[in-house]
């Protein structure tokens, strides 16, 4: 009884909402660049509770790092845990940068030479329209520059 009242009675989608964060299906978007694994889990736990987030890489390690597309944001309340996928707009590589290797990823896409898929797809689609195209690519020319950033 003790371990169950600690969890929040508020759903994830409003723990990891309430605490700055966009939710598309099981992917979480709107981490700044350059955060840091430890400061995700102490702002949804400023929602949650103590203890209730985890972040981990793609083989299930926990990790510190700087944040980065793809990794795992493991949420609990009373109903139980949920895992989110990390997405850092622009990041379709997974390198927690947003740099020409991404650009190159999105125009592979475009020229149907190699598709993206779950995160790095939500990644590239930086205006947000559900589909990739020149748009995105300019969105990410322009962040690369220091133009204008990619709107997280």
Known sequence: KEEENKYSALSI?????EAGYKLSNNFMTGV?????????????????GKD?????DSKGNKYTGIVKTGIKVKVTNREGTTELVLVVKGDT??????????ILQVQKDILGVKML????????????????????????????LGIKKIKQ
């Open 13 to 17: 989608p409003t723990i990891v909402t």
């Open 32 to 48: 700044k660049i350059n955060s840091k694994a430890t400061d995700i889990v102490s702002e949804i736990e400023g929602i949650s």
């Open 52 to 56: 209730t987030v985890s972040v981990v």
């Open 93 to 102: 590589s997974g390198d927690g940068k947003v740099n020409s290797l991404d």
């Open 117 to 144: 898929t779950g995160n790095s797809f939500q990644a590239a689609d930086t205006s947000g329209d559900g589909k990739i195209n020149s748009l995105d690519i300019l969105q990410i020319q322009k962040d690369i």
